[in-house]
Structure formats: C-alpha cells, structure tokens
C-alpha cells in the first residue's frame, strides 16, 4: 500500500507497534458490511514528506457493525465490528482443482502449500468484487463452493485458450 494521505498517514502512525487496523471495500461509494483486519508486515519506504510504501498481512475477517466517520481526535475513521469464525481450511476437491488450474496456467505449484482458502482465493487471482463477495459469504462451506466455481470458469477460459490457440496454429 502506498499511503500519503494525511488521515491513513496518521493511521500509519498509530499502527507502527504491531496494532491492527481494518481494510473494508468500497465500491461506487458502497462501503461493504465485511472487511478485512490487518497488521503491518513490512515497512518497504518512509518518504520525508511522511508518505510511506506498506505491506500488510490479513489477520481476521470481520463485519462491520457501525462505522463512525468521526474518530475521537483523529482525522481516519473507526467501526464496531464483530470477528467472523471462519474455518479457513481447504477440501480435497478444492485442492485437487486449485492444482490442476495452476498447472494448465503454468504457475508454480510449492510443495508444502497452505491450502487454506485465502490462500488459494490469492493464488487464483480473484478481483476486488470478488475477494469481497468471497470474505462477505456466511460459513467456509459456502467459500469453499464459491472457489470450485470460479476456478472451474477459469479452467473453462483456459481450455477455450488452449482451442484457439490450436486454430491459429492450424491457419
């Protein structure tokens, strides 16, 4: 993350000894009712006008309960939230299709993998929209069915890659 503004500078601050701090989507100024709660991995840059290059991890999925745009003394806001329990562990047939699309898309398959499903949910690529519908979803069974499909649909546009590109090699 890149963070120059002056209210996620002054979040930045606050953050520095290990706090963590929610990321929620926004879409067409939509703010979605889950988010993210994430700590400060690595600081990669500090700039001496305060703007800095931050890598965060993600430590819990939460809802968002109410959002309070005014924050005591401080210029970001806050949010009540409640921590959804989430088993983030993987099925056999997720695993088995996670696998089998990694390698019809020539990436690299690590031997000891965490097969979670966040884990997978990042190594297939999914979009903001769809990173968020998958952590705003009620249970991992409903994840986990969520996945199969779209790493089926990206099998589908892979294997209809695979045919054109043999028809043009035939022309």
Do not use: W
């Not at 089998?100 to 190594?123: C, G, P, T, W």
Request: charged share 25%.
């Amino acid at each position: 993350m890149h963070i120059f503004e002056p209210k996620y500078r002054q979040l930045f601050e606050d953050c520095q000894q290990e706090k963590q701090f929610g990321i929620v989507f926004i879409n067409d100024k939509i703010i979605s009712p889950c988010g993210t709660a994430v700590h400060i991995d690595q600081i990669v840059n500090v700039f001496p006008d305060g703007s800095c290059d931050i890598i965060v991890k993600g430590d819990h999925v939460f809802e968002l309960k109410n959002l309070m745009a005014n924050y005591e003394d401080k210029l970001y806001a806050a949010a009540e939230i409640q921590f959804k329990k989430i088993e983030t562990g993987s099925t056999e047939e997720l695993n088995i299709l996670f696998k089998k699309y990694l390698d019809q898309s020539s990436k690299v398959i690590h031997e000891n993998e965490n097969m979670n499903i966040f884990h997978i949910a990042n190594r297939i690529e999914l979009s903001h929209e769809n990173k968020n519908h998958l952590i705003c979803l009620p249970n991992s069974q409903s994840m986990i069915k969520f996945l199969l499909n779209q790493i089926r649909f990206l099998l589908k546009i892979r294997y209809q890659e695979d045919i054109l590109d043999k028809n043009f090699y035939l022309n």
